[in-house]
């Protein structure tokens, strides 16, 4: 594999983002949303992909997400912001959540 580590690319993506959005630009554009490490570089997130799920990736877009002001009575506070990794498969290549791989 490229220079990388296996254990850091195994600490690399956190999870895959599920919601509506997702999915309408995974059917649109054959690109897959995970939530990945804030420290995360746009190499390391191809090749853990690569690593994890067997797959050709494309390219990557990252953005990060900036965490929203929330109230508690009084108190305001601030979620942790974290960063979204925009990962496009080359065509043909697939990543199926749904089958537990």
Do not use: H, Y
Request: proline share 3%.
């Amino acid at each position: 594999m490229s220079g990388f580590s296996q254990e850091r690319l195994m600490q690399v993506l956190l999870a895959p983002q599920i919601s509506e959005k997702a999915t309408f630009i995974a059917d649109k554009n054959e690109q897959v949303v995970f939530k990945v490490a804030s420290c995360a570089t746009k190499p390391e997130v191809k090749a853990a992909v690569e690593l994890l799920f067997k797959v050709e990736v494309k390219s990557v877009q990252i953005a990060n997400v900036k965490g929203k002001v929330k109230r508690f009575g009084k108190m305001t506070g601030r979620r942790k912001g974290w960063k979204k990794a925009f990962v496009c498969l080359k065509p043909g290549q697939e990543i199926n959540f749904a089958a537990g791989e």
